[in-house]
Every structure is written in structure tokens, then in C-alpha cells.
């Protein structure tokens, strides 16, 4: 809808990204998840001016490189941006951090995943994060038949704990995915969630699990050790060293649906 005033013309709708509003909206929208996220490591949204690189918002302002330019690969979403993923190359990687491992060979520490994704229907396993090119820590997944996975290693031992969704998840549509790990070094303190809704999953344990080493892997988002490459759209993906509650989530979907106009 186009509005005439006596002035310049005045279209309706969602600030450009890149605008002095567009800017403030989405500074808004980061000040208020990374309060929500309480202690974040990595919070990474598209920005219009990304080509082989990206920042993260967090203080930390890691450095994402890109396997190839993402110039052309960003959509508008509400007042944000969402980067396209072609499922066989396209990945994104951080150099190690110890702020990146939760666990150091004999406790582990909490931790929550939170992503904005709009995944395809696929038969391979398709990546939104994962600090686990060998050697392995955590990985945050979605499963051949479209369960979602979160994974903890220990990878001195060769053991894994895991949950998996009972159920796939839809597909062709934006979702707010997250998983959270209150610590406990067992799989019974893994969680999952879609759209702030806690999910029926099943347990994966291994009694001889003691935790997640601090190893030398690097992040990965939209790929794990350079293959089982995401598909479809990404907009959000953030982590924490917090177990975030439901209500926490239900706050995290709330600021989603207002800045990225959804209804989820």
C-alpha cells in the first residue's frame, strides 16, 4: 500500500534492512535475546552487507568465514534476513574457542542451541551446528527421516548421549528449533524443542559416558566435518552457556515472531 502525503511517499511496511529503523529494530531485537540467552557465546543473524565473512553479535564478534560469497544467497524475512544453504557445499566456520566446549574430560557445564530454520525434505543428515570434526564435542541436527538430534561426546572415551524427537518435524516452513543440556553428564538432561514447545524425544545413553572434552574441533554452521550440509534457509542460530527454561523459550519465539514476522 502506497500512502500520498504532501511530503516524499511513504510505502507501508517493514523497515529496509540497512535503514537507520531497520538497524535500530534488529539492535533492539539482539539486545533483547542476548538478555534472554543470559550468558551467549555465538548469536549469528545474516546481515545485508555479508559477502565471505560474518561477525557474530555476541561481545565475543567471532568471525564466521563462509565457504563462498553468501551475497547473493540472503532473503528478506519481516525486518531481518534469512541465508540460503544448497545442502552439498555451503558451511560456515569458526576457529576453536574454549568458550565453545562445555565439558573438560570430567564435568561438563549447561548449555542451549536456539535456530530460526526453514529445513527441506531430505534423505541425509542435514547440519545447523556442530563443534564435531573430529575430534568430536556436541553436534544439533536433523536426522535423515526429519527427527532433530542433539549429540554430546566424549570423545576420549568414544561414547556419545543423545536425544532424538520421537517424531519428524515439518518441513517446508520456518521453525524455531532449539536444545538444551542442563550439565547433568547423562542424556536425561538433554531437551528438546520446536517453536518453544517441549518435544517428545527418546534417550540415547551409554552408562560409561563422563563428559565432553575441550578439544581443538572448530565450529561449523550448516555442516559437520564438511559434509552433511544443511538445506533451505537459516535466519537465527545462537548458543549459550545456559540451560534456557520454557518460559525462556517462549520469550525467545515471542521476539521471533515480532522482528522476523512469523507465527510460529
Do not use: H
Not at 532473503?75 to 569458526?94: D, E, M, V, W
Not at 543440556?181 to 517441549?198: D, T, V
Not at 555442516?223 to 535466519?235: G, K, L, V
Request: charged content about 15%; hydrophobic content about 45%; some cysteine.
Amino acid at each position: 500500500m502506497v500512502i500520498r502525503t504532501a511530503g516524499p511517499i511513504i510505502r507501508s511496511g517493514f523497515p529496509r534492512a540497512g535503514s537507520a529503523i531497520g538497524d535500530q529494530k534488529r539492535d533492539e531485537f539482539i539486545a533483547a535475546l542476548l538478555a534472554i540467552m543470559g550468558d551467549p557465546r555465538l548469536l549469528w543473524l545474516p546481515k545485508g552487507a555479508d559477502t565471505t565473512t560474518s561477525t557474530d553479535d555476541s561481545r565475543y564478534a567471532a568471525t564466521i568465514t563462509w565457504d563462498a560469497t553468501v551475497a547473493a544467497r540472503k532473503s528478506t524475512l519481516g525486518s531481518g534476513l534469512s541465508q540460503s544453504f544448497n545442502g552439498t557445499a555451503n558451511r560456515g566456520t569458526i576457529p576453536d574457542n574454549d568458550r565453545y566446549s562445555f565439558g573438560d574430560g570430567t564435568v561438563d557445564q549447561a548449555f542451549s542451541i536456539v535456530a530460526l530454520a526453514n529445513p527441506t525434505l531430505g534423505t541425509t543428515i542435514r547440519t545447523l551446528i556442530a563443534k564435531y570434526q573430529n575430534p568430536y564435542e556436541w553436534r544439533f541436527i536433523l536426522n535423515a527421516n526429519e527427527t532433530v538430534n542433539i549429540t554430546l561426546r566424549d570423545n576420549s572415551a568414544a561414547i556419545s548421549v543423545n536425544q532424538v524427537t520421537n517424531a519428524a518435524i515439518t518441513v517446508g516452513a520456518w521453525s524455531l528449533l532449539g536444545a538444551t543440556y542442563n550439565g547433568s553428564r547423562s542424556s536425561a538432561g538433554l531437551a528438546i524443542y520446536q517453536n518453544a514447545a517441549l518435544v517428545a524425544s527418546t534417550a540415547a545413553a551409554d552408562a560409561l559416558y563422563i563428559s565432553m572434552d575441550n578439544t581443538s574441533s572448530i565450529i561449523e554452521i550448516g555442516a559437520e566435518t564438511n559434509d552433511e550440509f544443511w538445506a533451505d534457509s537459516i535466519a537465527l542460530i545462537g548458543l549459550c552457556a545456559k540451560e534456557l527454561s520454557i518460559e525462556d523459550m517462549w520469550s525467545i519465539k515471542a521476539l521471533v515472531n515480532a522482528f522476523f514476522d512469523l507465527a510460529l
